[in-house]
């Protein structure tokens, strides 16, 4: 930290915090360290916070604009999936949940395919948006897994998949369920062709998405930081009644654990990508 | 003892009256079992009325029942020559998942299910079928194994779901699921799955991606048990009758969504009542089930397999 951060900041923070009408677009307040950013710089650096490192959410589209070749992709068209199945309804109808998450996101469902090249390669990649009812899994983003393995196998590229996921998406009850096993045969049909499936784990990645096509990548990387489980924190302190350990369940436990390859900055993915996809696709290079 | 759901207290108190009958001494014999016959008429008619028409919630209850047949019951009278396998050689012998070699019909099967156990201490000893990764690789290890000598499998699928615990997470619980259904999906021997009770989520679905997916008539599959549903959606877990309504879980609206292939009968008053009589359906099912899959090629049935879980869901009607 420096100076500026340290006696410039808080005073802006402090000024802005007294006046009520604080324009919202205009500042993020980092969630790791609750500096004040200036949205603009903030959402330049992928959201990363430049003062703590935190990384911060963001959606399908920034992350492909900084992992392909100038930003440039295709989106791959998701066939539509059967909506609303069960008729589900809580408090909400699951149809206006579903319309509200269009609205706010501007896109169909909780995934986006692109087709792209990375480096000197073609690659397909599916990214999971969280702003889009938790990322959750149900028809939609199962249809978009399988359609980015299918797009993948026809190109004979690589598939790399970012995960974000609250779980399954329990209003479509059993269905949203039967996702794990669909997505398992799309990962499956990527393997049989010979092609590197590289799962990016991101913040969070929870439930039946983990217990599914999030763990089975034939590389697992995780973005610093994020929750990556099968069951919450919150389930598990309920059920068991204990403190759980400092760390527990996010990037840095796993890899003690065993359980993913490596933590990677977002600033660090395309490289990282490119050098890791090359690798194994057996890219001769000059010594 | 048999054990009252708390919807079935007009039945318990019909029976009670029956016992207080039988045991009633007299010389007016005639007319007690007159009255006693009356009685298990009334009993009968009851019992069959209320469990034709069960709501999902009272369903849970009953695939819940303390005294439903579980894992051990079913091998004991399914199976023939049973060898429990353990350990998954990596960790542990997880017991809330159970599996091993065994003859149906006189045939070479393996045998993987959960057991929840059926008092207190047997409870805690198998964690209420709450498996942990070890359980899921030992199933793993024991697909591999048919599949090697090309042995069918059967599954039966009592969860509430997989544990959630701090080292079933740290050891990769959600790893482990994953690689079990893996293993189901790519297996080249046949795999019949049975809900017999509860089918509990992931933890669930990581044995049941079976080339035949069967419910019990009174079993019950979720994503999430209503009461979590209800507890995220609702934001109370009171509300977990209305959350079991939305959700779709009994066999009969899975069916009709073509998520499991068919319903096994239950004997009237549910399979805790007569556990005869719950093997015998069982045993009519999976014969057919496995002569069917037999008959078709180890790379046939794999390929069968992924097809039908990629088209499930894809069919129905639009709204
Ligand atoms: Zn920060």
């Known amino acids: ?287 | 003892m048999l054990t009252y759901l708390d919807f079935e207290k007009p039945i318990a108190e019909l029976e009670s009256r029956i016992r207080d009958m039988n045991n009633l001494e007299s010389g007016e014999e005639i007319n007690i079992a007159e009255e006693v016959g009356r009685l298990e008429g009334k009993r009968d008619k009851l019992l069959r009325d209320t469990y034709a028409k069960l709501t999902p919630w009272q369903k849970i209850k009953v695939a819940r029942h303390p005294q439903r047949p579980h894992f051990k019951d079913y091998v004991a009278q399914l199976i023939t020559d049973f060898m429990p396998l353990a350990g998954d050689r990596a960790f542990a012998d997880d017991v809330a998942i159970m599996g091993g070699l065994g003859r149906f019909n006189g045939q070479s099967v393996v045998v993987i299910g959960h057991e929840k156990g059926h008092d207190t201490q047997s409870r805690i000893k198998h964690n209420f079928g709450m498996a942990r990764p070890e359980g899921y690789r030992k199933t793993v290890r024991l697909l591999k194994l048919a599949e090697q000598f090309d042995i069918p499998v059967i599954t039966l699928v009592d969860t509430s779901g997989a544990y959630p615990g701090i080292g079933a997470e740290e050891r990769g619980q959600a790893e482990a699921i994953a690689r079990s259904t893996e293993a189901c999906l790519g297996l080249k021997v046949p795999l019949v799955s049975i809900i017999v009770g509860e089918g509990g989520s992931g933890g669930a679905v990581a044995l049941a991606a079976g080339n035949r997916v069967m419910m019990m008539e009174h079993s019950v599959y979720s994503v999430i048990s209503p009461e979590g549903c209800a507890s995220i959606l609702w934001r109370t877990s009171d509300k977990a009758e209305d959350a079991a309504n939305a959700l779709k879980i009994t066999a009969q609206d899975l069916l009709k969504l073509n998520v499991i292939d068919e319903i096994i009968p239950e004997p009237v008053g549910g399979a805790h009542r007569d556990h005869k009589l719950t093997m015998e359906a069982i045993r009519k099912t999976l014969e057919t089930a496995l002569s069917e899959l037999s008959a078709l090629s180890g790379d046939k049935l794999k390929t069968l397999r992924r097809e039908k879980f990629l088209n499930m869901g894809q069919k129905m009607g639009q709204n």
């Open chain 1, 1 to 287: 930290m420096n100076w500026i951060t340290n006696f410039v900041r808080p005073k802006i923070q402090a000024v802005l915090e007294n006046k009520k009408d604080t324009p919202d677009n205009l500042w993020h307040k980092c969630s790791g360290c609750g500096q004040l950013l200036y949205l603009k710089d903030y959402l330049e650096v992928q959201s990363v916070c430049p003062n703590c490192g935190f990384h911060g959410r963001i959606d399908p589209k920034t992350r492909f604009k900084h992992l392909f070749n100038k930003g440039e992709h295709a989106l791959i068209d998701l066939p539509k999936a059967n909506e609303d199945p069960l008729k589900f309804k809580d408090q909400k109808k699951y149809t206006d949940r579903l319309k509200a998450a269009r609205a706010k996101s501007e896109s169909k469902d909780a995934i986006s395919v692109a087709y792209g090249q990375i480096g000197n390669m073609n690659a397909v990649i599916a990214v999971q948006n969280f702003l889009f009812m938790g990322g959750s899994m149900g028809m939609g983003v199962g249809n978009g897994i399988i359609a980015a393995a299918e797009h993948a196998v026809a190109k004979k590229a690589p598939l790399v998949l970012f995960s974000a996921a609250g779980g399954a998406r329990m209003q479509e009850g059993i269905l949203s369920l039967m996702q794990m096993p669909r997505t398992t045969v799309a990962v499956e049909m990527v393997k049989d062709a010979g092609l590197p499936y590289i799962v990016v784990l991101t913040d969070p990645t929870t439930g039946g998405v983990t217990a599914s096509y999030a763990m089975l990548g034939d590389v697992q990387i995780a973005e610093p930081n994020a929750l990556i489980c099968f069951a919450g924190p919150r389930v598990i302190k309920d059920t068991i009644r204990e403190e759980l350990p400092e760390g527990f369940q996010r990037s840095e436990y796993l890899l003690d654990h065993g359980m993913v390859d490596m933590i990677v900055h977002r600033h660090e993915m395309r490289d990282n990508l490119i050098q890791l996809l090359g690798l194994l696709m057996k890219q001769t290079k000059a010594a």
